[in-house]
C-alpha cells in the first residue's frame, strides 16, 4: 500500500509500507530539478520530519526527469548575486551533512546523471545508483565557481583524492564505469531492470535489524566527523575567496564564450576587495 505524504511545489513523495521506504522525487522539471532555494527549504524540512521517524527505513530519493538534476540553475546563474550563491552553497552543506546522520539508510538514483550541486548532494546518500548510461559532473570551474557544499572536503574523504582531484580539476564527465570503479556508485542498472534493482536494494535495507543498521551508520559517519566539520570551514573560505572574481556572471544562458578573470588579476581583485570592506566598516568613536 502507498500513502501520499505532504503537498510541496519542488518534490513529490509517498511512503511504501511494505518496505518502509520514504519514496522522495525531485518535480520541477521546469526548472531542470535545479537546487533553488525553494527546493532546499522543502528539502531540509523533509529531513528534518525524518529525524524522529525511526520506524521509516529508507530514504529513497530520484528524479522526475531522465537526468537526476543540473544542480545549479545554469538559467538564471549569471544574474545570482555572491550573496545568493553564498546562501545555496552553506544550506547544500547543512543538507549533506544532516543527510549522514539521519537514521535512515539514504538511496539516491542519479538515472542518467547529474552535475554541480546535485553531484555534491549526491554525496550524503549512503548508496548511489544510476543508469549504465550515466555520467557525472563536479564541473562547478567551468561555471566560475567552485565546488564548496562538500566537493571538495567530503569528496576526497568518500573516494580517493586521486579521483577527485581528477573529477574537479578536469570538470570532464565521468562514465558509469569509473563511477562505479571509484566507489562513489554501488551499482548500476538497465532501463529493463530498474525497478528489480531497486526494489532488490530496498528489501535488504527491510531486512535488516534497525538498531544494528541505525548504530553502523552513526559509526561510520563518526569515524570521518572531524574530517567533514573541519572541511566545511575549509570549503567556506574558499568559496568566498574565489568569488571575488565573480566569474558566474561572465556568461548568458544563450552565449557559448566566457571571459574569465585571468588567474594574474586575482591578487589586484582581493586587495581591491579588502579596500572596499575597510571602507564600509563603521568608524568607532
Known sequence: MQMNLFNYTTLSTRLEKSTRTLFVTLNRPD???SFRLEMLFELESLLAWCTTRIEINTIFIDSCTSSFSTGLDLDT???MSANQLDKINTKLQKIIFAMMQLPQ?????LGQGCETLASEFALGADIRIASNEAKVSFNHCHYG???AAGGMSMLSTLVSPTFARSW???GQPIAREILTQSGFLSESY???NRNETISKILTKIFQLAPVQRIQAKLGLFESLRNQFENGIVMDRKIAKASMVSEDWRSKKPEAKDFNFMPAKSMSYSV???LIKTEENRPTEH
Not at 539508510?105 to 538514483?109: A, G, P, Q, R, Y
Open 31 to 33: 526548472w531542470n530539478n
Open 145 to 147: 565557481l567552485v565546488p
Open 271 to 273: 586587495k581591491l576587495s
Open 190 to 192: 538497465d532501463d529493463e
Open 77 to 79: 546563474l549569471n544574474t
Open 168 to 170: 574537479i580539476l578536469s
Open 105 to 109: 539508510t539514504i538511496v539516491i538514483d
